[in-house]
């Protein structure tokens, strides 16, 4: 049964309380929430179903009204005090709120069985109210009694690496496999931390202590041609992507063999296989619109035009008069710049980036922020070129409330800068310039200022950027998430802005 037809079985009386909550949760896949939310809220008032309170709590969730939510949890959870799913969402929605959910989580790692989710939530929470040391010293004991856990390896690198300790972030690891030396996905937990972060020698030295230890070839081949390739080595990146199995050359192999063709300037052996990942659609299409733009670009491509040639696709609003007043908007978001260190894997170089959704929190400065920046976000849809549908920004219905994919904000210092990149799972990303450094003298003239098109140093293309963006405080700018953009350097001082990635309509 489709969505409409559950829905007019619903409305019709017709539904039990198992079905209204196979309703809500075929919603929140399809994205209609709203349609759902008055039903499935007068049949847990009805009812008194802590579990129907527990949809309710999670399509407003849905919907990013996470005081709504919480509201809904709170009732579900004193329906149910013991149940473990409701306790967890209850504290995942009290943490993506901006609250205190350690001893939510706490509550939830006491109500079930041991929980991967649970366990690195409360790590989360417990970093989000000072207590990193606590969520270290607790991920750390549990990996020396589950050493196979690789998400807590992760998240413990990843803690390790805010906390400015970034020379430890792999050392749970590294203990791992002095115990299973063999292990196959502790291998590969190692080299997608060092390919995330872009540490390609670290990972060569990975994979020759992985094949030293006894892992066969063919089972690092993968990351041992991604590797010869990032690191400049050609030839060899050539015979290893070559003799890669056909089952190795999965959707992330294939961009880094697209990559290697771009960076050794064979446009014509690339451009064959970038259409293919078009034809394929879905995850493939949308990950390879960053490469096409680029090649299209090289070659002269008309098609280079039609994806990102469209001066419509880029627009600066001027938030000024729409946003708290920018002092006290600087002074929050300093509040929740903890970190010490960066992610292991985001494009900030020399600053700090805020953990948690920064719009789901509920205090009024957060709520402020949004709905400014939501205003501008329908305006630029609403001007946005026709509907296209084989483009991927023009093809997206636009009858839909915006939603957010992320949402950040972002302290650089001294020098810091973004390195080039993407967004592969936003549709619209931005930046809004909240605090500038003063100009130094000596700087040159694009200091700080953004850059859009120009790819990542690290494919040798030496192309310019198509378009660069001069900060202003309450200065925001939207463009497609997939079209490469960065930051010019600055010499000194401050750079404190917001970011946010619009996810893609359902």
Request: net charge negative; with cysteine; glycine share 8%.
């Amino acid at each position: 049964m489709n969505f409409a037809a559950r829905l007019a079985a619903a409305r019709s009386g017709r539904a039990d309380v198992d079905e209204i909550g196979g309703l809500a949760n075929l919603a929140l896949d399809e994205g209609e929430e709203e349609s759902v939310l008055p039903l499935v809220m007068a049949a847990a008032n009805r009812s008194g179903s802590a579990r129907l309170w527990q949809w309710t709590g999670l399509l407003h969730r849905g919907l990013d009204d996470h005081a709504a939510a919480l509201a809904a949890f709170e009732e579900a959870v004193r329906l149910a005090p013991g149940d473990a799913s409701i306790a967890h969402g209850h504290a995942r929605v009290a943490y993506e709120a901006g609250l205190d959910a350690v001893a939510l989580f706490e509550t939830a790692e006491r109500s079930g069985p041991p929980s991967s989710d649970v366990l690195i939530g409360l790590a989360a929470a417990r970093w989000a109210t000072g207590r990193g040391n606590e969520a270290e010293a607790a991920l750390d004991s549990i990996l020396m009694q589950v050493p196979m856990w690789i998400a807590g390896h992760v998240q413990l690198a990843q803690l390790r690496a805010l906390m400015g300790r970034a020379e430890e972030a792999y050392a749970s690891l590294e203990r791992a496999l002095v115990q299973a030396p063999k292990s196959l996905p502790l291998w590969r937990a190692l080299f997608n931390l060092h390919l995330e972060g872009e540490n390609y020698a670290e990972l060569a030295e990975a994979i020759l202590r992985a094949e030293a230890a006894g892992v066969p070839g063919p089972e690092v081949a993968d990351y041992a041609a991604i590797c010869a390739a990032e690191c400049g080595d050609g030839d060899r990146a050539d015979q290893l992507f070559e003799a890669l199995p056909s089952q190795a050359m999965r959707q992330s192999t294939r961009i880094w063999f697209v990559r290697h063709l771009l960076r050794t300037r064979r446009f014509a052996q690339v451009g064959p296989l970038i259409d293919v990942e078009i034809e394929a659609g879905g995850a493939r299409r949308e990950a390879i619109w960053p490469y096409a733009d680029l090649l299209w670009r090289l070659t002269d491509d008309r098609r280079a035009d039609w994806l990102s040639g469209n001066p419509a696709l880029v627009r600066a609003f001027d938030l000024s008069d729409r946003l708290p007043p920018l002092a006290q908007l600087a002074e929050y978001l300093r509040s929740l710049h903890i970190a010490r260190g960066e992610y292991l894997d985001q494009s900030v170089r020399g600053g700090t980036q805020t953990d948690g959704p920064l719009f789901c929190r509920v205090d009024p400065m957060a709520r402020a922020l949004r709905a400014s920046v939501t205003e501008a976000v329908k305006a630029y849809i609403a001007a946005l070129p026709e509907t296209d549908p084989e483009h991927p920004l023009l093809a997206m219905r636009r009858d839909r409330r915006v939603r957010f994919a992320g949402s950040w904000s972002v302290r650089l210092h001294h020098g810091g800068f973004h390195a080039n990149h993407v967004h592969p799972q936003g549709w619209i990303s931005s930046a809004l310039y909240v605090a500038l450094p003063k100009r130094q003298r000596g700087d040159r003239a694009d200091a700080g200022w953004f850059k859009l098109g120009e790819p990542q140093a690290a494919l040798g293309l030496n192309m310019p950027p198509t378009q660069l963006v001069e900060p202003i405080p309450g200065r925001l700018v939207l463009f497609p998430s997939w079209l490469w953009h960065g930051t010019q350097p600055f010499s000194d001082g401050e750079r404190l802005t917001v970011a946010f990635d619009v996810a893609p309509p359902r």
